[in-house]
């Protein structure tokens, strides 16, 4: 079957670093996509990684490890504004998406 | 560019009335849309998805009939709720993406349905 496993909820402090695991099984793979919803809001695009390895962008990176079925998500500089549910999602070999519960972060003072 | 809008973003409706949600590509041409409720602080639900001039797929446990969705151009699908009832109130989000690699979802920003 296909799943995707991230942690439900993840607590950190402003400033720090955090980083956001997600394993995945699919019926074939073609890219994994993080995205961000705040709270009553619908998602947005963050990264997309079809190569293994570390793709930046700012304060964001991704990570992706084909062989291992694994990809990370890290946020550097947190701020208050990064409180919000981190969704990973993989797409199949027929491009489509499977999601990911959603790893919903904290961030405090 | 890739901004998909959806209209209403926000509606009340009685019980037994049907709702319709409008999703628009407004830059692109989306060979795909996809229709997702979401309950709070639960995950994103695939409901349907959607090509072009063909009938939509449903996803297990959808009713078909109940959730009418029409892709009638490359730039605008619609949901339609019917006979809404108090449990199909939550938010309904889709995306759309063109049909090309690498094939990313972009979201409209929701409708919230309220069914009283």
């Known amino acids: 079957g296909q799943n995707i496993d991230q942690p439900t909820e993840m607590t950190a402090t402003e400033g720090a670093i955090v980083q956001i695991n997600c394993t995945y099984q699919t019926s074939g793979f073609n890219g994994l996509f993080w995205y961000q919803q705040h709270a009553g809001e619908a998602p947005t695009f963050l990264s997309y990684n079809v190569l293994d390895g570390l793709e930046e962008k700012g304060r964001f990176s991704s990570f992706l490890s084909r062989s291992k079925g694994y990809s990370y998500l890290l946020l550097k500089e947190l701020q208050m504004k990064d409180s919000a549910s981190y969704l990973c999602?993989?797409?199949?070999?027929?491009?489509?998406?499977?999601w990911g519960a959603g790893t919903k972060l904290i961030i405090k003072p | 560019g890739a901004v998909v809008s959806q209209h209403p973003s926000r509606v009340i409706c009685k019980s037994g009335t049907s709702v319709k949600i409008e999703c628009r590509s407004l830059?692109?041409?989306?060979?795909?849309m996809f229709w997702y409720r979401q309950f709070p602080k639960k995950s994103l639900m695939l409901m349907a998805t959607?090509?072009?001039?063909?009938?939509?797929?449903?996803e297990q446990g959808v009713e078909k009939d109940k959730f009418l969705i029409n892709h009638a151009s490359l730039t605008l699908s619609t949901l339609t709720v019917t006979s809404a009832h108090p449990e199909d109130s939550s938010f309904y989000i889709c995306?759309?993406?063109?049909?090309?690699?690498?094939?990313?979802?972009?979201f409209g920003p929701g409708t919230r349905l309220t069914v009283t």
């Open positions: 999602a993989a797409t199949d070999s027929n491009y489509q998406l499977i």
């Open positions: 995306s759309a993406r063109e049909g090309r690699e690498p094939y990313e979802q972009y």
């Open positions: 959607s090509n072009e001039g063909s009938k939509a797929t449903y």
């Open positions: 830059d692109f041409q989306a060979t795909t």
